[in-house]
């Protein structure tokens, strides 16, 4: 009896779903809109800083960079470090892309960013000459120095939540004290790539 019991529900969900497909094809299409009247609210918040999700990803890559070139001179992150970004108009859907990110006031030296993307949104190299002027002059980024007994790589093969843990600790507490090492950055990256591979 069980393995009927189990049919009826998959052939009762079935029906509630052809049901339901029905009655929201059935419902009767709104009326045309009169000439003179309001139009329909817009669904969607307008409180949105961005225009396209180009635009959001941006803002969220460079607002990475300059949080960390903050905390590395023992300052706080303004909310919104980014204002605003702004892509210039395209005449050429393959031709490169030009941002200008507005950054908040006070926040470094320079108050706008002028990004030009000819590769996909998360080249690194785009965001190279960004990285570099957040960090401003006169604050080399430290040599790469790191403990030479661990092989971070190796490591990772073992993907238990223990291995992850302990690699994750001892790296967040070298990022404290050294947070523009590109070494550690190179490991943070690493880390996280392992550890999304054992969530697949």
Not at 132 to 160: E, K, M, Q, S
Not at 168 to 173: G, T
Request: aromatic share 6%.
């Amino acid at each position: 009896m069980a393995p009927r019991t189990a049919l009826s529900r998959r052939w009762c969900a079935a029906l509630l779903l052809v049901l339901a497909t029905t009655a929201a094809c059935r419902r009767e299409p709104s009326a045309p809109a009169r000439a003179g009247a309001s139009p329909t609210p817009n669904p969607y918040p307008t409180t949105w800083r961005f225009h396209t999700e180009e635009e959001w990803l941006v803002a969220q890559t460079v607002e990475a960079i300059g949080g960390i070139a903050l905390f590395a001179s023992g300052r706080g992150a303004p909310a919104p470090l980014v204002v605003s970004v702004t892509r210039a108009p395209l005449s050429d859907p393959l031709a490169p892309r030009r941002f200008t990110v507005a950054l908040s006031p006070g926040a470094f030296d320079v108050s706008t960013l002028d990004l030009p993307i000819d590769d996909h949104i998360w080249s690194p190299k785009a965001y190279a000459a960004v990285a570099r002027r957040l960090v401003g002059p006169g604050r080399p980024v430290p040599a790469a120095a790191h403990n030479p007994t661990i092989d971070l790589p190796a490591a990772l093969l073992d993907l238990r939540v223990e291995t992850l843990e302990r690699e994750n600790h001892r790296i967040s507490q070298a990022l404290e004290k050294s947070p523009l090492n590109p070494r550690l950055n190179e490991e943070a990256a690493l880390l996280l790539g392992a550890f999304a591979l054992r969530e697949t």
